[in-house]
C-alpha cells in the first residue's frame, strides 16, 4: 500500500520564527555596477573574438607579389632587356637573371618594382652572342628568391 503525504505550506509559519523560506518571496534587480561589469566582459569578449578573426584572415591574405612580364628582347651581343609591372601589393626587388643555365646578376645590382601596377625594365648582360632570330628561355630571380619565367626573341 502506498502511502502519500499531503502537502502542507508552512511558509506563513516560518515566517513568524525568523526563518526564511526556501524560495525567496521578492527578487531584487540587479544594481548599475552589476550591469556594467557583465556589459564591460561581453564587449572584452568581443573584441578579443574581432582581433582574432581580423589577425587570422590579415595572416591568410597577407601582402604578395605578383610580377608581370610586358616584354621581353633579347639582343645579338648578348645583352637581354625584360619589362615587368609588379600588380601585387608589396615592392619587388629583382637581383638575378637565370640565362643558359647561369645566373647573371642584373645591371645596378637590383632593380626595384613599386607595388600596385610598378613598372619597371631590367637590363641582363650576359657576354654572349646570340644568333638573331631565336628565342631565349630564362627566369628573372627575385631577392626573395621567388622566379620570373620569361621568352625573349633575339633581335639585332
Known amino acids: 500500500m502506498k502511502c502519500t503525504l499531503p502537502y502542507v505550506d508552512n511558509t506563513k509559519k516560518h515566517l513568524k520564527r525568523g526563518v526564511k523560506p526556501l524560495m525567496p518571496t521578492k527578487l531584487k534587480g540587479m544594481t548599475s555596477l552589476e550591469i556594467a561589469i557583465i556589459v564591460a ?15 587570422t584572415f590579415a595572416a591568410t591574405v597577407g601582402s604578395s607579389a605578383v610580377v608581370r612580364v610586358n616584354s621581353a628582347h633579347a639582343f645579338a651581343n648578348g645583352t637581354i632587356v625584360v619589362v615587368v609591372t609588379n600588380t601585387g601589393s608589396t615592392p619587388v626587388y629583382i637581383t638575378q637573371a637565370f640565362v643558359y643555365d647561369r645566373i647573371y646578376t642584373v645591371r645596378g645590382g637590383s632593380v626595384g618594382v613599386g607595388a600596385l601596377g610598378g613598372t619597371a625594365t631590367v637590363y641582363v648582360d650576359t657576354g654572349r652572342g646570340m644568333a638573331p632570330g631565336t628565342i631565349i628561355q630564362g627566369r628573372l630571380i627575385t631577392r626573395d628568391g621567388y622566379n620570373i619565367p620569361f621568352s625573349a626573341r633575339v633581335v639585332y
Open 41 to 55: 566582459v561581453v564587449l572584452a569578449i568581443a573584441v578579443a573574438a574581432a582581433w582574432y578573426l581580423y589577425s
